[in-house]
């Protein structure tokens, strides 16, 4: 497999991209980069939920720890990431930029030029233990509720749901990512791709590493599905139709219950 075929495929590695004419800088969270020979535009089509904020850099917003507002008119803000790095959004993009990472990130208030975009970021009254700078990795080919889904959670709670539409290469992903950025819980929609979604579920159970994350599978309304996940290893098994209209809802209801009502492992520092 290509490199850029890989981190198309596992985004969640990627923590941005710096163009240089023809060529692309991938810096990856663990601190590797690679250089690829295509243009910046070219690789922004194909990383959809990445956002652009300077002509010659593309950002993973799971990656964002903070904006920093201009100090002054006619000047460039900035987006400082978890990896340390800072980088300028152009003038022009500032409010395109602010629009795509909000409620993800945090604004620094420079000379309270930004109080006013402060106010737009939900702050939550209360917050389980278990979710506190968590994650939830989703696993799904239905796109459109997987983002409806994700502006509902992260509106409820700070943290963020990450979505993936293949789980083959899933237990390789997490075990690249440090420990602290390892999702609470994982959830697979094997209402299509059952096979693909079933052999990850094996495989991350089988891992002395990742098998203490918990794994909620849906399945459709199949007795055969149901007791193959929990023979798989599945913490819980949800049974739907394969067009439900309440997909959102359901899973809503299910990720409530694993970040208030059930015990989350421990999450090592």
């Known amino acids: 497999m290509s490199v850029i075929q890989s981190a198309i495929q596992n985004p969640l590695l990627i923590?941005?991209?710096?163009?240089?004419?023809?060529?692309?800088?991938?810096?990856?969270?663990?601190?590797?980069?690679k250089l690829l020979a295509k243009p910046i535009s070219y690789l922004e089509t194909k990383l959809p939920s990445f956002v652009r904020i300077h002509k010659t850099a593309l950002i993973n917003p799971n990656s964002v720890k903070k904006l920093e507002h201009p100090p002054r008119k006619k000047m460039a803000g900035a987006v400082h990431l978890e990896s340390g790095v800072v980088l300028p959004v152009s003038r022009r993009r500032w409010s395109q930029v602010v629009d795509a990472l909000q409620p993800n990130t945090i604004l620094s208030d420079i000379d309270g030029l930004a109080s006013d975009l402060v106010k737009k970021v939900p702050v939550a009254t209360t917050t389980p233990?278990?979710?506190?700078?968590?994650?939830?990795?989703?696993?799904?080919?239905?796109?459109?509720?997987?983002?409806?889904?994700?502006?509902?959670?992260?509106?409820?709670w700070p943290f963020t749901l990450h979505i993936l539409q293949q789980a083959a290469y899933l237990p390789e992903l997490l075990h690249q990512l440090p420990e602290p950025e390892q999702p609470a819980f994982i959830l697979l929609d094997a209402r299509t791709s059952a096979p693909e979604r079933l052999k990850a579920l094996e495989r991350l159970k089988e891992d002395n590493q990742l098998c203490r994350i918990p794994v909620i599978l849906l399945v459709g309304q199949s007795d055969?599905?149901?007791?193959?996940?929990?023979?798989?290893?599945?913490?819980?098994?949800?049974?739907?139709?394969?067009?439900?209209?309440?997909?959102?809802?359901?899973?809503?209801?299910?990720?409530?219950?694993?970040?208030?009502?059930?015990?989350?492992?421990?999450?090592?520092?």
């Open 129 to 156: 233990i278990a979710a506190q700078q968590r994650s939830i990795n989703l696993v799904t080919d239905d796109q459109q509720c997987a983002s409806e889904l994700k502006k509902i959670l992260e509106m409820q």
């Open 224 to 269: 055969k599905l149901v007791i193959s996940g929990y023979r798989q290893g599945a913490n819980s098994v949800i049974a739907m139709p394969a067009r439900n209209p309440q997909f959102v809802d359901t899973v809503e209801r299910v990720c409530k219950f694993w970040l208030k009502t059930a015990s989350l492992p421990v999450q090592m520092n």
């Open 15 to 33: 923590d941005y991209l710096s163009g240089a004419n023809n060529y692309t800088w991938l810096c990856f969270r663990n601190g590797e980069k």
